[in-house]
């Protein structure tokens, strides 16, 4: 039985329920997680049916190495690395980013004046999806997951210079499409988007 407590206690008490394999503890679990994980799948998927799907393969992941997770570390980080990982996994067993030039010096490459613009979060979020997969994926990573190009390369086997270029791509493709009408505007989560440097704050964690 999951006791009804709050915060570090509950937490604890959930990884107690899944290591021992008890439903009521995997579905506590992932309803406390939930929007932080789909937050996540939802940057990485072109659409919410793929999102789904990469967060029920993450959270069962989750499940199953549960009793590997070092208590004295963060469990919504650890989590968090699952769930994105699982999103590489789906996109490098369906995509092919071997397409896309190699560009062996990104700082040589001409830098459009940046463009900015006050979005809702759901708006940043469509722009994002409108991506191509391989732009949307080295975006994420890279500019807002924070892993280097030399780590990406390594985690979708693809070059440096290939992920330089993705990134370059992914953000003349956000100025364009920030240059385009404006998206009807959302009265609430509102962020701030320089789609030049790439300094984007996604809220998705949960409360």
Not at 188 to 203: C, E, I, L, T
Request: neutral net charge.
């Amino acid at each position: 039985m999951i006791p009804s407590r709050n915060g570090e206690q509950a937490l604890e008490s959930y990884i107690n329920s899944c290591i021992r394999n008890e439903q009521e503890g995997q579905k506590a679990l992932y309803k406390h997680f939930y929007g932080f994980a789909m937050g996540i799948c939802l940057r990485y998927a072109s659409n919410r049916l793929d999102a789904a799907g990469i967060l029920n393969d993450g959270f069962f992941k989750v499940f199953k190495n549960i009793d590997k997770f070092e208590k004295d570390k963060s469990f919504k980080a650890w989590l968090g690395r699952i769930i994105t990982n699982t999103a590489i996994d789906y996109y490098r067993a369906n995509l092919k980013f071997s397409e896309h030039a190699d560009i062996s010096d990104y700082n040589e490459i001409a830098q459009e004046q940046s463009v900015y613009a006050k979005l809702a979060y759901e708006d940043l979020l469509a722009l994002v999806q409108k991506l191509t997969p391989a732009y949307r994926t080295v975006f994420n990573l890279f500019a807002i997951d924070g892993y280097s190009h030399e780590e990406i390369s390594e985690m979708l086997s693809i070059s440096v210079g290939t992920s330089k270029s993705n990134l370059f791509k992914a953000r003349q493709k956000l100025q364009e499409m920030l240059k385009a009408p404006v998206l009807h505007p959302y009265e609430r989560k509102m962020v701030v988007f320089d789609a030049n440097a790439v300094q984007v704050n996604f809220n998705t964690n949960t409360k």
